[in-house]
């Protein structure tokens, strides 16, 4: 194996790089052909130093960097193994039909700074490995379907500074972390949490109708309680009543002899 690596021909592309790519276009579809120059040939050699073969992507000194993949009408899912183009800072894939979850792998993307999976149909949680990518400032994921809750980890990303997860599936509390920057000011205001049925706590306001669902719980268990005190109540009133009657009906009868 080693042997034939070795004395295949020079080849200034970078292996990572390769797999990433080939890997992805395997696991995107693309059916209007939107996406020029994603062959085989261009995979093994994506960048000419700072220029790149392959639509959407741009280099850096022979790596990819960035892939904008955004509104190309792509289906599919998102490959692990894109978490091999090492070098990458910004993944935008947004505005596509993407389904699927989003890989944990893409915590191995330590430089990534900037990752846009908004407008798809994800699904799934968001990987709380992605807290990973310390570099990161943009997750904007809104408009998917994904579920779970919102990682607490991620309150640890200090350089965040976009942070989308409206209209999604998501439920339960809001991490505090990704609350409030300081006392009073919101690090991300309610337009990044809005659209999640079962998404609560600061910055989102309170729901209404909590309250009086709350009531209407009291009120039931208040209500079936006293309900089967007054039921039990008249039971035990009858039940006294009848074997007082047998006790009666018993006293009152004449035994048959023997
Ligand atoms: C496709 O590759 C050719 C060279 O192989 C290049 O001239 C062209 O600009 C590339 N197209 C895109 C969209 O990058
Ligand atoms: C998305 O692509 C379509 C067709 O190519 C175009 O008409 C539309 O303006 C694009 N939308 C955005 C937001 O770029
Ligand atoms: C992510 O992509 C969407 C759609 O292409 C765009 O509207 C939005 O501004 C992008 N988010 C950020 C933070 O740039
Ligand atoms: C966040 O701000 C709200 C509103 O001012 C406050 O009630 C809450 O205690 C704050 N939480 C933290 C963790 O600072
Ligand atoms: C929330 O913040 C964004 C910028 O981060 C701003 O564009 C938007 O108007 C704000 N929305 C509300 C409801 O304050």
Request: hydrophobic share 35%.
């Amino acid at each position: 194996m080693l042997i034939c690596c070795a004395a295949m021909p020079f080849s200034s592309a970078d292996p990572n790089d390769e797999q990433c790519l080939t890997h992805l276009s395997e696991s995107l579809q693309d059916p209007f052909k939107n996406l020029q120059n994603w062959t085989k040939d261009t995979f093994a050699n994506p960048c000419r130093g700072f220029t790149s073969n392959l639509q959407g992507a741009t280099c850096n000194n022979g790596r990819i960097y960035k892939l904008s993949l955004s509104n190309l009408t792509l289906k599919g899912t998102i490959s692990p193994y894109l978490s091999n183009c090492t070098n990458l800072q910004a993944l935008d894939l947004s505005s596509n039909a993407l389904t699927g979850p989003i890989p944990s792998e893409l915590q191995y993307l330590v430089n990534l700074a900037v990752l846009n999976l908004s407008l798809n149909h994800l699904s799934g949680p968001i990987p709380q490995q992605l807290a990973l990518c310390a570099y990161l400032n943009v997750i904007d994921l809104h408009d998917n379907h994904l579920t779970g809750t919102i990682p607490q980890q991620l309150g640890l990303l200090v350089r965040l500074s976009v942070f989308d997860v409206s209209n999604n599936k998501l439920y339960g509390p809001i991490p505090t972390t990704l609350g409030n920057r300081s006392e009073n000011f919101p690090r991300f205001n309610a337009s990044s949490y809005v659209g999640n049925k079962n998404l609560y706590g600061y910055p989102l306001a309170p729901m209404k109708s909590k309250g009086l669902s709350v009531l209407f719980i009291v009120g039931i268990g208040l209500g079936s309680g006293l309900l089967s005190l007054v039921l039990s109540f008249s039971a035990v009133c009858i039940w006294l009543r009848v074997t007082e009657q047998k006790v009666e009906n018993e006293e009152g009868k004449i035994m048959p002899d023997y």
